[in-house]
């Protein structure tokens, strides 16, 4: 089954700097890459997501990119703020649609 | 856009009860809804996949007579847990796939 690796586990940024959340995943069949920010005791809510016929995808102050060879993606996120802390989760899709989450990266905007 | 309504938000439940977790396709149709487990401070871990008219299908190390799901019609999955313990509280929360996979806003169990 798919195999989905999140790194780095903790990211510290001052507000304005950018972010970057890289994932990698083992089947090479995968084609939805979403990402999802999680508040503390709320449910995951999707930000971004990535199929793999295309490489980027940006919406506003996030961006994602995929490189398909090297079976690895990754979050942008540009111009932090505070409200932009929280923990981040990259997925890949395995067979019969079942995401398969990574470990998690905790962002910390400081102000 | 799509909704899942999860129900309960909170239980707390004495150890050997049971307890059931609801969730609810609002304006669409689910006909598979994906469940999983989250305990604090780690990733969401997929424990079964409810499919509307057929039987679960359970991942591996996960106990389907202590886990029980029913997906009851195209709106509705539920989660028992049986017999719970300590060790079952968690988050859980459960998800239905299409448009970006819509999630319930998730259980937390505590077992005392």
């Known amino acids: 089954g798919e195999n989905v690796e999140q790194h780095p586990s903790t990211l510290s940024v001052q507000e304005g700097d950018s972010a970057v959340i890289k994932c990698t995943y083992s089947d090479s069949a995968s084609n939805y890459f979403p990402w999802y920010k999680q508040e503390l005791g709320k449910r995951p809510q999707l930000i971004i997501d990535?199929?793999?016929?295309?490489g980027e995808k940006k919406d506003q102050r996030i961006a994602v990119t995929l490189n398909k060879t090297a079976k690895h993606f990754s979050l942008h996120i540009t111009e932090t703020q505070p409200e932009d802390s929280a923990v981040y989760f990259c997925?890949?899709?395995?067979?019969?649609?079942?995401?398969?989450f990574g470990a998690g990266t905790i962002l910390r905007v400081k102000s | 856009g799509a909704v899942v309504s999860q129900h309960p938000s909170r239980v707390i439940c004495k150890s050997g009860t049971s307890v059931k977790i609801e969730c609810r396709s609002l304006?669409?149709?689910?006909?598979?809804m994906f469940w999983y487990r989250q305990f604090p401070k780690q990733s969401l871990m997929l424990m079964a996949t409810s499919n509307e008219g057929s039987k679960a299908t359970y991942e591996q190390g996960v106990e389907k007579d202590k886990f029980l799901i029913n997906h009851a019609s195209l709106t509705l999955s539920t989660l028992t847990v049986t017999s719970a313990h300590p060790e079952d509280s968690s988050f859980y929360i459960c998800s239905a796939p299409g448009n970006g996979y819509t999630f319930g806003s998730g259980t937390r169990l505590t077992v005392v």
């Open positions: 997925a890949g899709m395995e067979y019969g649609n079942k995401l398969v």
């Open positions: 304006d669409f149709q689910a006909t598979t």
């Open positions: 990535i199929r793999s016929n295309v």
